[in-house]
């Protein structure tokens, strides 16, 4: 597989200032809750146990995980967090899918509707860019003296990975979504650790954008990262970080 992945986005969220870290970390204790509502215990919740992956590739403290799974039960017991997936388009035509998890659909509807319209671009329907992403399990892991691409390799192969491609400092292993909890799971057993580990909508291409609509496409992607109720943000533009990093 060919191509970039979101690796060089999560260079630099990680790289963020603290008040954008702990925004990621509100964010990631919501998901975690919410895999956790009816069944707490990863060990036979293996959406939880993804999620709880997810969480530490992105340094999440482990009394914040403990934490946010304990609020299953309490807090958020009484709330109905649904997840709600919007597709449409940013400035110079660019996909965008952006996930959710709300307790309010009318409130998060209208905010993701504003903010993609007033940042020149405009929610569609559902399936208007979906074909053109593929949905993955992305595990991304460091490039190390002691971590070489053949045993990787061999052991993305025996977990039953699709692929593996090797970046300038990082192996990413791509799975199918079904495959992804058995995957993660055996190279954790291998004594791997992540730093980004996630279902994930891949761009089948990427597409270039300059001046203004690179701009507006920029604060599209910071005012949709600020709002409480967005999860992720897929999309198929190759950002200026990405371009000085290769």
Known sequence: MSGHSKWHNIQAKKGKADAARGKIFTKLGRELAVAAKGNPNPATNSKLADVIAKAKAANMPNDNIERSIKKAAGEMGDKDYKELTYEGYGAGGA??????????????????????SKCGGSLGMTGCVSYMFDTKGLIVVERTPTLDEDTVTEYAIDAGADDVVTAEDVFEIYTAPEAFSAVRSYLEEKGLTFLQAEISMIP??????????????????????????????YHNVELPEEEEED
């Open 95 to 116: 996909a965008v899918i952006v996930t959710t998890l709300t307790d309010n659909i009318n409130r998060t509807a209208s905010d993701v509707r504003a903010i993609m």
């Open 204 to 233: 089948q291409s990427k597409i270039v954008l300059e001046g203004e609509k690179l701009e507006l496409f920029q604060k599209m992607l910071e005012k949709l990262d600020e709002n409480d109720d967005v999860q992720e943000v």
